[in-house]
């Protein structure tokens, strides 16, 4: 591998396995293109410590899990799209923190909860979080906090 590379995009490479927690350490990283794969397992929190990542497409993929609260910490993020796997639980709101993020989509997974409505998400169509049987819709806010069953 070289050192000055900045870039990986494997998508559509018939690859299979899990995301590994040493993904973290490629600090350089800008881009983490796995699309179109099967990769199973869950996102290792520790892609949260790529803080030069611009893209992260993990679309159409077998992955479970959460999506961890410290992708919050990618603040050179810009597009974030993990549509088309098998992911559950709530949006994070970390992620709301990231005032680089102009795409985000997580249609067509399990999430539960409301969709964040501050920050980068007051631009993101509603329809990037489609298809999650289980989420409430917009957040509500200035409200009372009220339980999802999330």
Same mark, same amino acid.
């Not at 796997?85 to 709530?90: D, E, I």
């Not at 409505?117 to 049987?133: A, K, M, R, V």
């Given at each position: 591998?070289?050192?000055? +590379? ?24 800008? =881009? ?9 397992? %869950? ?15 993990? =679309? ?25 796997? +098998? ?8 992620? %709301? ?16 909860? %409301? ?18 049987? +289980? ?10 906090? =009220?339980? %999802?069953?999330?």
């Amino acid at each position: 591998m070289q050192k000055n +590379r900045h870039s990986r995009d494997l998508g559509n490479s018939n690859l299979s396995g899990s995301l590994v927690p040493e993904l973290g350490h490629l600090e350089h990283l800008q =881009y983490l293109e796995l699309y179109k794969n099967s990769i199973q397992g %869950t996102i290792p929190a520790e892609l949260g410590n790529l803080k030069s990542l611009i893209s992260l497409d993990l =679309y159409n993929n077998n992955i479970t899990g959460t999506i961890p609260k410290e992708l919050g910490k990618m603040k050179s993020l810009v597009f974030l799209r993990l549509n088309d796997n +098998r992911l559950t639980g709530p949006v994070p709101r970390e992620l %709301t923190k990231i005032s680089s993020l102009k795409v985000i989509d997580v249609s067509n997974n399990d999430l539960c909860g %409301t969709i964040p409505t501050s920050g980068p998400f007051e631009h993101i169509p509603l329809s990037n979080f489609d298809n999650n049987p +289980r989420m409430e819709g917009p957040e509500l806010q200035g409200l009372a906090t =009220y339980d %999802t069953n999330c």
